[in-house]
């Protein structure tokens, strides 16, 4: 898998364009192909169209419908490069799928309310008739580097995949994080987010609410499975750290007293989008966070 990192002056525009003008719509071969994840066919072999909200193989019908929703706040260069890489990925793996940006434009601090922003995100897909079956919560400043890392929902279980991540031009090799970690990327369905309330609306700043998520797990007593070790491969992409949540630690100790109190459920009267802009390779929702609640 040969990933794009784009010059820094590229726009969103120029990222439609590149999909629209030298890649959709322009099938080399209009072969279809049989297995639903064949091995080493090349992006040109799968004409894609976008219809009704999402990105549909053409002559194949994929298994699942899936969203990848992807939490921002600026960081629009990592975000460019994300859409240039996942697009192909996904289509390599014939996959009907939409991407959402979900980004916190108010309140204007450092602190970022992840949690809130996938509650809201998820809460308005639900809404929404796109029938998406699969939830894919993506981290922008990773890209999947191999592509038997499957981005398809198990049915009975979430799904973490990023085991093993390096930095770009970094030659130290991959990093191994923790078993306990469910943060980068992770997929699963809405009954899963619902059976453990989604996240916690209460981590400002990095940090946490993934661990805080992971307890949600073990409460529930939902088993998390992984990718092979080989194919659990990202890159992380370069960008200066969020700010710290000092909050954290404290918040984590009493974690799973709140899960019926605290999360999903409880997302509609916290947050507000303030804005929607679908474009084709992207559906981007700002938010009001509300930092006052
Ligand atoms: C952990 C963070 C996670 C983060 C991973 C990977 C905390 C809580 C400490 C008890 N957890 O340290 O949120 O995803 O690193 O970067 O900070």
New binding site residues.
């Given amino acids: 898998f040969s990933y794009v990192i784009p010059s820094t002056n590229i726009t969103f525009d120029d990222v439609e364009q590149f999909y629209i003008k030298t890649l959709v719509n322009k099938p080399k071969n209009k072969q279809m192909i049989e297995t639903h994840f064949a091995k080493n066919i090349t992006f040109e072999n799968i004409p894609y169209v976008f219809k009704d909200g999402l990105w549909f193989p053409v002559g194949v019908t994929s298994a699942q419908r899936t969203a990848i929703l992807v939490t921002l706040q600026g960081r629009y260069y990592n975000a460019k490069t994300f859409l240039l890489n996942i697009h192909t990925f996904l289509r390599r793996q014939q996959l009907t799928y939409t991407v959402i940006f979900i980004e916190q434009v108010a309140p204007v601090t450092p602190r970022f309310n992840k949690g809130r922003l996938y509650n809201t995100a998820i809460n308005y897909l639900e809404k929404q008739s796109l029938n998406i079956t699969c939830l894919i919560l993506h981290d922008v400043d990773l890209i999947p580097e191999d592509d038997g890392n499957y981005y398809t929902c198990e049915r009975n279980h979430p799904k973490h995949t990023t085991i093993r991540v390096r930095k770009l031009n970094d030659t130290r090799g991959y990093t191994r994080?923790y078993e306990f970690?469910v943060?980068?990327v992770l997929l699963l369905t809405f009954d899963m987010y619902k059976q453990f309330n989604g996240f916690s609306n209460l981590y400002w700043g990095w940090?946490?609410?993934?661990?805080d998520l992971a307890l949600r797990f073990i409460e529930q007593k939902m088993c998390v499975v992984r990718p092979t070790y080989e194919s659990a491969i990202y890159i992380a992409l370069q960008h200066p750290t969020g700010k710290r949540n000092s909050a954290?630690?404290g918040l984590?100790t009493w974690s799973t007293l709140r899960l019926y109190t605290d999360g999903y459920e409880q997302i509609e009267s916290l947050t507000r989008i303030v804005h929607i802009n679908q474009t084709s390779i992207v559906t981007h929702l700002q938010l009001d966070v509300d930092a006052t609640r």
């Avoid at 940090?207 to 661990?211: A, L, S």
Wanted: proline share 0%; net charge negative; hydrophobic share 25%.
């Fill in positions: 994080y970690l943060g980068g940090g946490g609410e993934d661990d954290r630690f984590l």
